[in-house]
């Protein structure tokens, strides 16, 4: 839920991510009072187009701060950083 909560406080503020998360464990509960079974997390699996593009945003701040870094990219979402 921590992770849905921060995902959107950016996009869309405070108080709408407190409802979408709010929906988020009012369906949860749902289905656990339907299937009488216990709550169980989900399982949570790394993006690796994701970490490439968090990875490549870092890059651009840091180019902007006046550091020049090389970095390539594998099919794997393994990165290599070489500083010039």
Same mark, same amino acid.
Do not use: W
């Given at each position: 839920? =921590? /992770?849905?909560?921060?995902? !959107?406080?950016?996009? /869309?503020? @405070?108080? @709408?991510?407190?409802?979408?998360?709010? $929906?988020?464990?009012?369906?949860?509960?749902? $289905?656990?009072?339907?299937?009488?079974?216990?709550? =169980?997390?989900?399982? !949570?699996?790394? &993006?690796? /187009?994701?970490? *490439? @593009?968090?990875? =490549? &945003?870092?890059? *651009?701040? !840091?180019?902007? !701060?006046?550091?020049?870094? *090389?970095?390539?990219?594998? =099919?794997?979402? /393994?990165?290599?950083?070489?500083?010039?």
């Amino acid at each position: 839920m =921590k /992770r849905k909560f921060e995902s !959107l406080v950016g996009r /869309r503020g @405070k108080k @709408k991510a407190l409802v979408a998360v709010g $929906h988020k464990i009012i369906v949860a509960v749902y $289905h656990v009072l339907k299937a009488k079974e216990a709550y =169980k997390e989900p399982q !949570l699996h790394e &993006n690796p /187009r994701k970490k *490439n @593009k968090q990875v =490549k &945003n870092y890059l *651009n701040k !840091l180019k902007a !701060l006046g550091i020049d870094i *090389n970095v390539d990219f594998e =099919k794997e979402g /393994r990165f290599f950083t070489e500083q010039q």
